[in-house]
C-alpha cells in the first residue's frame, strides 16, 4: 500500500507525529510482516515526549512500500537482527530515523532497497553494526546504503554493503555511505562493494569537502572498475596517500 497510515504497527499518531500516544518498554520479537506502507512506525512530537526503550528482535519484514522500521523522536531503540526485503522501488528506506536518541541498529539483514537502506536524520549516538545491505535499485538519482544526515556521535562499525547494481551517472548523492553534515562520526572495519557499470563508482561519499571531519580506519574497499569516487565526485581516491589527502 502507498497509503501513509498503513503499518502492520503503530506507537504514536501515524501520520502526524503528534504527541499523546506513546510507548515506553515495547518489545517487538520474532514476527512476520507483510505488505502495506511500513513495518513498525513510531512517531511522537519531541524529544520530551517520545516513543523509548523499545526493542525490535528477530522480525521477518517482507513487501513493505516505504519503511520497515520508520520513527521519529524515539530514543533508547534496539533495532537488532531483523530481515528486510522491500517491494522493489525507487522511494523505500527500509529503516528511517530522524531526530533518534540512543539508538542500536545491528545484525540486520536489508535488501531491495530504493533510496536509503539506513537513514539517518539528526539526533544523537547512533550505533550501526553488523549490518548487510545489498540489492539495490538502480533507477533512482539519490540512492545510498548509510545515509548520516546532520548526525551527532555516530558508529558505523561492521558493515558490508554490496552496492548494486550502480548504472546511473554519479551527479546525484549515489554512494554506499553518504556522510552529510555529520559530526562525530566514526566508520570503521566496514566492507563496501561496488557492483554494476558505472565507469565512476562511489563507495564513500563526504559533503561538504572541507570540516565535518570523520574517523575512518580498516575499511575494505572494491571494485570492479579499478577506481573509486569520493567527496564531491570529482577527484580519484586509489592510493593510501589519496586518502590522507
Known amino acids: 500500500s502507498t497509503t501513509l497510515s498503513c503499518f502492520n504497527i503503530t506507537f504514536g499518531a501515524a501520520t502526524t507525529g503528534s504527541g499523546g ?3 515506553k518498554g515495547t518489545i517487538i ?8 506502507y511500513g513495518g513498525v512506525n513510531s512517531r511522537s512530537s519531541s524529544l520530551a515526549a517520545n516513543t523509548s526503550d523499545i526493542t525490535i528482535f528477530n522480525n521477518i519484514f517482507r513487501n513493505h512500500y ?5 520513527g521519529n523522536y524515539s530514543s533508547n531503540i534496539n533495532f537488532d537482527k531483523n ?8 522511494v523505500s528506506y527500509p529503516v528511517y530515523l530522524s531526530y533518534g536518541n540512543n539508538v542500536k541498529i545491528t ?16 539526533g544523537n549516538n547512533y550505533d550501526i553494526i553488523n549490518n548487510m545491505l545489498t540489492d539495490f535499485n538502480n533507477t533512482n538519482a539519490s540512492t545510498q546504503g548509510i545515509y548520516c544526515y546532520f548526525t551527532n556521535t555516530t558508529k558505523t562499525w561492521h558493515n558490508t554493503i554490496i552496492f548494486n547494481p550502480q ?12 556522510h552529510y553534515y555529520a559530526n562525530g562520526a566514526d566508520y570503521k572495519n ?15 561519499y563526504k559533503f561538504p ?6 574517523t575512518i580506519d580498516h575499511n575494505i574497499y572494491n571494485t570492479d572498475n579499478g577506481n573509486y569516487y569520493t567527496e564531491n565526485f570529482t577527484s580519484y581516491i586509489n592510493t593510501l596517500q589519496d586518502w590522507k589527502n
Open 29 to 36: 520479537e520474532n514476527n512476520r510482516m507483510e505488505f502495506g
Open 167 to 178: 548504472t546511473l551517472s554519479t551527479t546525484g548523492t549515489i554512494a554506499a555511505i553518504n
Open 66 to 70: 516505504y519503511s520497515a522500521f520508520y
Open 21 to 23: 500516544y506513546e510507548s
Open 83 to 90: 530481515d528486510i526485503q522491500m517491494l522493489s522501488n525507487n
Open 209 to 214: 569537502a572541507s570540516g565535518y571531519l570523520p
Open 190 to 204: 566496514n566492507i563496501l562493494i561496488y557492483k554494476g557499470t558505472n565507469t565512476r563508482p562511489v563507495l564513500f
Open 107 to 122: 545484525r540486520n539483514n536489508i535488501r531491495n532497497i530504493g533510496n536509503s537502506g539506513i537513514y539517518l536524520f539528526s
